[in-house]
């Protein structure tokens, strides 16, 4: 098992003059413990010998004193142990969430989200409760009845083995319901998770319910769905309802033990009455540490499994990372973008794309059109790195991709993905993600020229304004030009805009395009486009079919050639005329 808690080394050295206060103090507060049933008996046998106000006085004082120190140090052990766990979790959720951020896109592809939301809350918990609770009262029982017992020896060995003989079954009963609780828990929260996703879908995807008149019908799949829950709870509530009876039972049984058999020791005069009254004191105090045992060995089973999913989660390397000995920075790049012979495939599944040559040089514009499922997004994709190409087949200025560093790689690149995500923050803010430094002449400069400035301004907070779950619903089209200005914004070098106006009508595109070639000089720029309109003023056109380009070149080169773009062009004008016409 230790070997299993070894990832937790390091977190726990941090700490170690904290963790060394707690030990310190946890002895402390048990030898403390251990002295009070002593000072009762004393007490007792004193006072038996005749009461006096005096002596009264004497041992209540004793006994206040004794109770003002154990709480003391119990105050510092807890504050102490309890701090340091609640610090380690910290450390552990930072560093989660650190190595889940580095991770590629795929990781999330590969992965349940659903999963890596239980490691970084349920199991850091558990690691939590292992860390503070289980350890401190493993330390309260160990100490304690190693200090208690040579003093129960002392009055009775006898009595100390009767009293002793229920105790450890307290314990086992509490492990083996402790088990079966927790199985029954997991059960609960899954079904949980499953009833507040349900809950939450329905929230989401309100207006597609309502379209389908599926009102009803969501009614009646999420009651059956909370019968479930229910059911599973209620057998958990039978379970903790036998489990306190059972072990006030093993209980009363040791304490009826103590007292027949202590009670003939007293008659027998072997032991006085405040001995034996120590002694009744000792064993109610080991009472819940004993009960403790089984709960403490619980934590440590979950505990334990729990630090092996986080170490997992750890030690999860990026499969796309800074290769070795990339130094190139962004200042070196200028732009010209080179694919030869580019063969790639996702998860050696079949070729998505096959034999792909082709120059962009710097300051030019690319657009790529073809029909849907072509390979458009995965071919600039490969660009930034958010999928691994194979060594050699995508250059920058010549040189391998792998030989910049990542993060300048992805900094000279403004990327305006096909699906737009905005967080749930003002627009400023998403304009301007990931460049901290923006003005807000900048922020607005960028909106000027993705043409969304003017719509923003409309809003009653202008650029202050929320956006998504906590703000206003922007339309497709406002998402995308926000998307634009964003990464405007960030003054690529390169600039990628994949389907980024579809959502946009054809005037829109006309302005918002007007606005970007004053952005694009200087810049290459890759358009991926369904629209003619969209690629007809590149400086070149590509067209890709089933991961193949099969032509290139400019606009009037491609009507030319009678392929692809030109019955595309055709088909737009056709669509145009009607348009018009009706
Ligand atoms: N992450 C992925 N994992 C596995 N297969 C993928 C992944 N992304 C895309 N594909 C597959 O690769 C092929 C090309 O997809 P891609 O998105 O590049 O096409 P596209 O030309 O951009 O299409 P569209 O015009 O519809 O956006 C498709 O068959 C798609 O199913």
Redesign the pocket.
């Known amino acids: 098992m230790f070997k299993r808690l070894a990832p937790l080394a390091p977190y726990l050295k941090r700490y170690w003059p904290s963790l060394a206060l707690g030990g310190v103090s946890t002895v402390f507060y048990n030898v403390v413990k251990v002295l009070i049933p002593l000072v009762i008996g004393h007490a007792i046998d004193d006072m038996h010998s005749g009461i006096t106000e005096q002596k009264v006085m004497y041992h209540a004082l004793r006994l206040v004193g004794l109770a003002v120190l154990s709480g003391l140090f119990l105050y510092l052990t807890r504050q102490v142990v309890i701090g340091v766990s609640r610090k380690i979790e910290f450390d552990l959720r930072n560093d989660m969430f650190a190595n889940l951020e580095r991770q590629s896109a795929?990781y999330y592809?590969t992965h349940r989200t659903g999963d890596i939301m239980a490691r970084t809350t349920n199991d850091l918990n558990a690691v939590r409760q292992l860390l503070g609770p289980a350890i401190m009262y493993s330390a309260n029982t160990i100490v304690f009845t190693a200090a208690a017992l040579p003093f129960m020896y002392r009055i009775s060995p006898k009595l100390t083995f009767f009293a002793f003989v229920p105790l450890p079954l307290a314990s086992v009963l509490v492990q083996y319901f402790g088990n079966r609780i927790h199985t029954r828990f997991e059960r609960i929260q899954a079904m949980f998770s499953d009833i507040s996703a349900k809950a939450q879908e329905n929230f989401s995807g309100a207006r597609l319910i309502r379209a389908f008149a599926q009102e009803d019908a969501e009614i009646a799949s999420f009651e059956k769905a909370n019968q479930e829950y229910i059911r599973r709870s209620l057998l958990l509530v039978r379970l903790m309802a036998m489990l306190w009876p059972t072990l006030e039972f093993v209980l009363g049984l040791s304490l009826m033990i103590t007292l027949l058999v202590g009670g003939h020791e007293v008659v027998s005069h072997f032991i006085s009455v405040g001995e034996f009254t120590s002694f009744n004191v000792y064993m109610v105090q080991l009472t819940w540490p004993m009960i403790a045992v089984g709960w403490v060995v619980n934590l440590f089973q979950r505990g334990t499994a729990s630090v092996v999913r986080i170490d997992e989660l750890l030690k999860e390397v990026p499969t796309i990372r800074d290769a070795e000995g990339a130094s190139h920075t962004a200042e070196e790049i200028n732009g010209a973008i080179s694919f030869r012979n580019l063969n790639f495939a996702?998860?050696e599944?079949s070729p998505?794309l096959s034999d792909i040559d082709l120059e962009i040089p710097a300051g030019s514009s690319l657009a790529i059109v073809?029909?849907?499922?072509?390979?458009?997004?995965?071919?600039v994709?490969l660009i930034p790195r958010l999928?691994d190409a194979p060594v050699g087949s995508v250059l920058i200025d010549g040189r391998p991709i792998r030989e910049y560093r990542l993060e300048d790689l992805r900094r000279s690149v403004g990327f305006v993905p096909?699906e737009t995500f905005l967080f749930s923050d003002s627009i400023r803010e998403n304009v301007a993600f990931g460049v901290a430094s923006a003005t807000d002449a900048e922020v607005e400069a960028a909106a000027s020229t993705a043409h969304i400035k003017t719509e923003i301004l409309e809003f009653p907070k202008g650029f202050a304004t929320m956006v998504g779950e906590r703000g206003v619903t922007l339309s497709g089209g406002q998402k995308q030009r926000t998307a634009i200005a964003r990464a405007v914004l960030r003054d690529p070098k390169i600039l990628v805009l994949?389907?980024a106006l579809a959502s946009v009508d054809t005037y829109t595109e006309e302005r918002i395009l007007g606005g970007l070639r004053e952005v694009m000089q200087g810049r290459t720029t890759i358009l991926?486009a369904?629209r003619v309109s969209t690629a007809r003023n590149a400086d070149r056109i590509a067209v890709?079919v089933e991961?193949r380009i099969v032509e290139l070149g400019t606009h009037e080169e491609l009507i030319g050639e009678g392929g692809y773009y030109n019955e595309l062009y055709e088909k737009q004008q056709l669509e145009e005329e009607i348009a018009v016409t009706s």
Not at 370 to 379: D, E, F, H, I, V
């Open positions: 795929s592809q996702y998860n599944g998505v073809g029909p849907t499922g072509s390979g458009k997004t995965t071919l994709n999928y096909q994949d389907d991926i369904h890709l991961g």
